[in-house]
Every structure is written in C-alpha cells, then in structure tokens.
C-alpha cells in the first residue's frame, strides 16, 4: 500500500488556517501575512509535486488569509496615523 501523504500541503493548509487566526490580532496580522505567504509557496509546491485538494485548500486559505491580514495591518497602520496626526486637545 502507497503512502500519499503529503507534508507540504498538510504545511500549507495549517499556515493558512494560522493566517486566518492572525486577522483578529491588529499589528501581528504581519506574523500572519509572513505564514500565508509560506503556505502558499508551499501549497504551490505540493499542487505540482502531487496534485491533491488538501493542496488546493491550503492555496485558497492562504490566499484568502494574506488577503485579510494585509488589509487589517493596513487599517491599523492608518488608525494609527490617524491618531498621531490628531492634535492633542489640553483642558
């Protein structure tokens, strides 16, 4: 009996689950855009190594998580800007 496991696409799908966690964490969504795009470099790596849909879950997770933390890191960066920018009000 073959072994078809493959590690890289069991890779990829958990850093793409991982990216998604990483969303509700404000300044770490970084962590989570670093581990997206790991997963989908490996996620790509095990779709031409071995074509599987664990492979095609772990690209669309980490497509989908690298898209999220990338806009709530940029949300964050820009609230606090926006705060740094306000003028501070003295009574």
């Known amino acids: 009996m073959e072994n078809n496991k493959n590690g890289k696409a069991i890779a990829s799908m958990v850093l793409g689950i991982v990216g998604l966690v990483f969303v509700f964490f404000g300044y770490f969504a970084f962590i989570g855009i670093i581990a997206s795009i790991v997963g989908l470099i490996l996620g790509i790596m095990a779709k031409k190594q071995q074509p599987s849909g664990m492979a095609t879950a772990g690209i669309v997770l980490s497509i989908i998580a690298l898209a999220l933390c990338a806009i709530t890191f ?6 606090v800007g926006c705060l740094a920018s306000a003028p501070a009000f003295y009574y």
Do not use: L, P, T
């Open 74 to 79: 940029i949300a964050c960066v820009a609230c």
